[in-house]
């Protein structure tokens, strides 16, 4: 056979192929991601308002866009690739208000963690930092008078289980399982069980619920649950008058307060990014956004070889600027930054970005290797880039917002732990000079969703409002020479021919695409404040959220009988009981009473009376049974019932011997009246 000739490269694939063997570029923040001259080089060699190709060394974009052209699509390897693909944001930062913050994608609200998800094939769920999650229904099973259910919270392993509460009652859990509920009367007491697994590899089945429902196939020690965050619960079903005593909520739905995933920190030289058991719980965004990027099975699953190794003191170092200590106004310190929540692989991973984004006030870019770059939202000059006249092409400059645009008063949204996790505002920002030039209040809300901090909230609230407050704002078409800015969360202006009015001005690069059209890149942007890091937790910091008092659960009470007596009437009798009057309109007394010997040694049946008609009076309730047996030991209880049919607990037992014989009794109650019974 002939040897086969070697087709010749193409310009582009000879350009590829340089770009891909070339020095890997680490972020540094005196170069930039590229090399490029100077402004003053670039004038002095004679530009005269053209663009003059090459100036700058770009070893990842160039060969592609210079092979490409001005065509629709190019060939890569065989495959065709339109600019639509590549046209990706590079740069973004955290959307927290306004238009663009509607379209992007939201992981669920706090709120939605309370009640688990029931459909027969669920999406898993994943979460960060501490979070309430209910997760999914995996079993719900009726078997004889007891109930049977498991439910998947996070479809990875898990730190710690903090809290738990059924429905909205906050409960214990102790090492047998037993649920307790102090405040509660204890009414769940041996009566529900919760058991819980981590979500190891491989898990471990449910004894209980194998023990109970292995014969017939429904749990089997084949269940395990590997990797799955779960817990099983079973509850005894109660009598039916006390159905709604034990469960007023209907049948109980378990949430749990969690530690969630496990980390990488990269700080750390004992923990390996290849070995899970190594790592960590966290509440750092930035550690939480390198797994969520990299490691976890529900992010964008980059390599973090590519993405995190080549920048890895970059990303430690902002890791440590989530950890520095703010001072409190009442003294004492806390993390800058934290994040906690969950999310669902229903949504696009974009959403959980947002959210940690958000809760640090973070910027990320991507760079053409692969790289990410994180800076979390603290200002230094050294993450400044400059942008010249020499790397604009145009622009679209703002000087003001449209009036339905215009936002006077900033509302910081945040999940908050003291009111069982759900969205509450803090203390809002606003401008009040602004408010009457508008002549009206033009409210926004910042989302912090995965935010627990009512300080950070407010921190990060300020930040966003002195960005809006800046009406200069729009959009740069900027050459590749420029590439360094769009590398950059800031740059600075030195634009006196081009752009006098933001000459020497700082801006934030909030958004920016890759636009081959306009020759280059298309940065969003808004002008930086001045006084962006400025706070002062005596007059900033605010008032923590008020905690709206929860209504106090009125248990029915255990009646306290005065009197107990028994009455002979006609050859016959009865008894009669006086109890308390506990000032109750909503409560019904009832009694039950039974001989004490029925000639064997045993008790009777009981007997249960109901008093619906019975008034209070001087403070008391009367109640007079039917008649009794004569000439017995009588046992008699009390008890009320409530509003909703359940039954109170019974008093303890009053003995009193029943007689036909006729007598008078003359005795004092509580309020100190003298009453006369004739009998």
């Not at 100077?38 to 060699?45: D, M, R």
Request: hydrophobic share 40%; with cysteine; aromatic share 10%.
């Amino acid at each position: 056979m002939a040897d086969r000739v070697k087709k010749p490269m193409s310009p582009f694939e000879k350009a590829l192929m340089a770009a891909l063997t070339q020095k890997r570029l680490s972020y540094n923040p005196g170069i930039g991601a590229f090399e490029t001259t100077t402004t003053q080089e670039f004038l002095a060699s004679g530009w005269n308002g053209e663009y003059q190709w090459p100036v700058h060394k770009d070893p990842i974009f160039t060969p592609l866009f210079v092979a490409a052209g001005l065509s629709g699509s190019f060939q890569l390897f065989g495959a065709t690739i339109t600019y639509a693909s590549i046209a990706s944001a590079i740069a973004t930062t955290a959307i927290t208000v306004a238009v663009g913050f509607l379209l992007t994608p939201e992981p669920p609200k706090p709120e939605d963690g309370r009640q688990p998800l029931t459909q027969p094939i669920p999406y898993r769920f994943w979460g960060v930092g501490v979070a309430r999650v209910s997760g999914a229904m995996m079993l719900w099973e009726v078997s004889g008078d007891k109930m049977f259910s498991v439910q998947a919270f996070v479809g990875h392993r898990i730190n710690a289980y903090i809290d738990y509460y059924l429905n909205d009652d906050k409960v214990t859990v102790d090492t047998n399982g037993d649920v307790l509920c102090p405040e509660h009367n204890n009414r769940y007491k041996s009566r529900t069980f919760i058991y819980t697994r981590l979500g190891l590899v491989p898990e471990t089945a449910y004894a209980e619920l194998v023990t109970e429902l292995g014969d017939n196939g429904v749990w089997t020690p084949n269940h395990r649950g590997d990797g799955q965050a779960s817990a099983a619960m079973i509850c005894d079903a109660p009598p039916v008058e006390d159905l709604q005593k034990v469960f007023p909520n209907g049948k109980p739905a378990l949430s749990v307060v969690a530690e969630l995933a496990l980390c990488w920190d990269f700080r750390d030289p004992l923990q390996d990014p290849e070995d899970p058991s190594t790592w960590t719980f966290t509440k750092n965004p930035a550690i939480q956004l390198a797994w969520h990027e990299c490691f976890s099975p529900f992010g964008t699953k980059r390599d973090w070889r590519k993405a995190i190794l080549p920048v890895l003191d970059m990303w430690q170092e902002e890791a440590d600027v989530c950890d520095e200590f703010v001072p409190r106004a009442t003294g004492g310190f806390e993390r800058r930054y934290e994040c906690g929540g969950s999310d669902t692989a229903e949504h696009d991973p974009k959403g959980g970005t947002n959210a940690i984004l958000a809760a640090c006030d973070g910027w990320m870019c991507e760079r053409g290797d692969g790289a990410l770059l994180f800076v979390a939202g603290k200002f230094r000059e050294k993450y400044v880039a400059t942008l010249t006249d020499a790397d604009i092409l145009g622009h679209t400059i703002q000087h003001d917002v449209l009036p339905e645009e215009e936002c006077n008063r900033l509302v910081p949204k945040f999940t908050y732990p003291a009111t069982d996790y759900t969205s509450t505002d803090t203390d809002f920002w606003e401008d009040v000079p602004a408010q009457l030039q508008a002549g009206r209040v033009l409210p926004q809300d910042a989302s912090y969703i995965w935010v627990q901090q009512w300080r950070q909230a407010r921190r990060l609230a300020k930040r966003e409002f002195a960005r809006m407050r800046q009406k200069k704002r729009g959009s740069l078409d900027v050459r590749f020479t420029g590439i360094n800015g769009i590398y950059a969360p800031w740059a600075r202006l030195q634009t006196p021919l081009s752009i006098p009015s933001l000459n020497g001005k700082v801006i934030n690069n909030r958004r920016s695409v890759l636009s081959i059209h306009r020759g280059g890149f298309q940065m969003t942007f808004i002008v930086m404040p001045p006084d962006i890091e400025e706070w002062n937790p005596e007059t900033d910091e605010g008032a923590a959220p008020p905690i709206p008092p929860k209504a106090e659960r009125k248990n029915i009470p255990v009646p306290v009988i005065d009197t107990i007596l028994a009455v002979a009437s006609a050859g016959s009798a009865y008894i009669r009981v006086v109890v308390i009057d506990p000032n109750r309109t909503d409560l019904t007394p009832k009694l039950r009473y039974r001989i004490v010997d029925t000639g064997d040694g045993d008790p009777g049946a009981w007997v249960e009376q109901k008093f619906p008609d019975a008034l209070p009076e001087a403070g008391l309730i009367v109640m007079n049974t039917n008649t009794v047996p004569l000439e017995n030991q009588i046992e008699v209880q009390a008890a009320f019932i409530g509003a909703n049919g359940s039954s109170g607990e019974w008093t303890d037992s009053e003995f009193v011997y029943s007689t036909g014989i006729a007598a008078s009794f003359d005795f004092s109650i509580a309020t100190n009246s003298q009453y006369l019974f004739d009998v």
